[in-house]
């Protein structure tokens, strides 16, 4: 038996150093930009967060999620009866008994984390993590047996001074595991930075069922734009970085790293990790950049990032797909971080790589990315006769046709929406050349400055005229309309064209033929999905067109995409595989003859792939082929 006093002093020496540990951590993070945060709210909010909020990603992995409510749920009941019992020598059954049981409960957690760890995927960092769930093993089973002995369960004298070495060796190891690996960058500090990243997150809109993926405007008065040293994010960002467990959800779903090209979402994580606190990525043990072995990276808080910390490569391979965020169990903001960071190299350096400094050049004088004549923007229509705002002034729809306006096959989509409108009776107009590129690329290419002059210009227009919601076929445009105009004055009742056609077809509107092709799938355009929550729309228009959808097994919420956002085909940093390649892929396992794509970037990259392949079509030509050609009496919009 361990002397009560020995018992004791270990508990208060373990408390203690959590304590030092967590000042000095909390340092760190507030080196960081001012971030304004609800403190008192966030902290009463954790609680529902962490148990409710975080429920629908952690379930995702039914095992690991059960044993996490089996080992995290058992120490935390621990600790809380331990304190009492131990530390304050209240020996009362009232205690002991829940405490025997809150350590089987943290046991058999433990037990299932330890055999995960026999076989781990490749995602799961190893070194330390794989200490883990043997000390939290010895930490449960150490203080069960001492509340058996302390409870008169077992006699005192069992075992003698051996068990007590034994369970001294238990107690500590399992405590220095436990409460100071907590405070002094163990595995186990994401219990403690996770549960306050949970309370001050960087998005509180995202919890209690919200969503927040439109990215915040950059300062431009700023001294330094964007974000070039690790203090130079905001200090609840870097709390997020803290927070993380480093369990590859997201370089599993990653389609950059997937690819082979030099980005590993954890990794980044970690190398932010190491500039917080200063020092060298030498102790990961997790999945590297493609093609860069760890080792080599080093930093600090007042250090350059790249490229001392992260390779300029690594951040321009990410198309901001928003995978890693949608999987990650702490919920931390992987896109905001590299888009933070790639403002920097953008509007400080102008190194932005492959065509971008061509692109944004064309965007600040042509207000299109392709550097076509904006006066040829409604050319596209020349024979459709369309009605322009600035003659009717007043709409139902405000149709935002997007520089698919200036390529060949995105004119066929556009055409193709047009016919359905036409058919349907929808009072809609166009801007024509009043409309000026939304802006996307910019943003996502760091250029902010050029974004907020372009959303400028165009909320300016689009505040001239009066209609009742906008309507795009390009998600890209849907999302910064929604999601990212309203920083600028900017509020508009936004739908993406899968939405508003699935809504003419409820309402009567259109009368469809039958679709007599072959096998669809259906891929989900990030923009539409991940980013806006648009999954069913698209997937009820194609079932009102008869179509027995063949689901790939990345769908959904976890739909692979498909190289194209992000600016990724303008930086066209290489790798091992083409993005386009593997989702095509994907759709040839299901036997699909066809893809149904709702997004014109995404047909663009699709049908970039070799023949023989499926064919590629938008859900607008899909329904424009099967439409009736006489005109429906209009029954409510």
Known sequence: MIPAWALSLLILVALVLLAAGGVRRSRLWRQGRPAPVDLV??????????????????SRDSYMSRTHVAAAGGFVLSMLLILPTYLFGLHTRWLQIPLLASTVLMFVGALFVFLRRNNPPSRLSRGPWMRLPKTLLAFAASFFVLTLLASGLLPAATGGWVLGFILLVGVAAGLAETLFGMGWGGPMKHAFAGTLHLAFHPRPERFAGGRSTGLKPADLTQESLGVNKPVDFKWNQLLGFDACVQCGRCEAMCPAFAAGQPLNPKKLIQDMVVGLAGGTDRAYAGSPYPGIEPGHAAGGPAQAITDGLVGADTLWSCTTCRACVEECPMMIEHVDAIVDMRRHLTLERGATPGKGAEVLDNLAATDNPGGFDPSTRANWAVDLDLPRMADVGDTEVLFWVGDGCFDMRSQRILRAFVKIMKTAGVDFA???????????????????????????????????????????????????????????????????????????????????????????????????????????????????????????????YRSRCCGGGGGAPITDIPGERRIADMRMDDARAVGAETVAVGCQQCTAMLEGVVEPRPQIKDL??????????????????
Do not use: W
Request: glycine content about 12%; proline content about 2%; hydrophobic content about 35%.
């Open 41 to 58: 709210g966030g902290l009463l909010r954790m609680p529902r967060r962490y148990l409710v909020d975080l429920h629908h990603v952690v």
């Open 430 to 556: 166009v801007l024509g050349n009043e409309e000026c590129d939304c802006g996307d690329a910019a943003r996502r290419l760091g250029d902010d400055a050029t974004f907020q002059r372009l959303a400028r210009h165009n909320v300016s227009v689009l505040n001239r005229y009066r209609f009742r919601r906008i309507v795009t076929t390009d998600p890209h445009a849907f999302h910064v309309l929604k999601n990212e105009y309203g920083d600028f004055g900017g509020h508009y009742d936004v739908l993406h064209h899968s939405s508003f056609i699935d809504e003419l077809i409820g309402h009567g509107r259109l009368r469809l033929d039958a679709y007599k092709g072959g096998t669809v799938t259906y891929h989900d355009p990030c923009y539409l999905g991940r980013y806006n929550g648009g999954y069913e729309s698209p997937r009820a228009l194609l079932g009102a067109l008869g179509i027995q959808i063949s689901e790939m097994d990345r769908s959904g």
């Open 620 to 637: 607008a030509e899909l329904v424009a082929e099967l439409v009736a050609e006489a005109l429906i009496e209009e029954t409510g919009t």
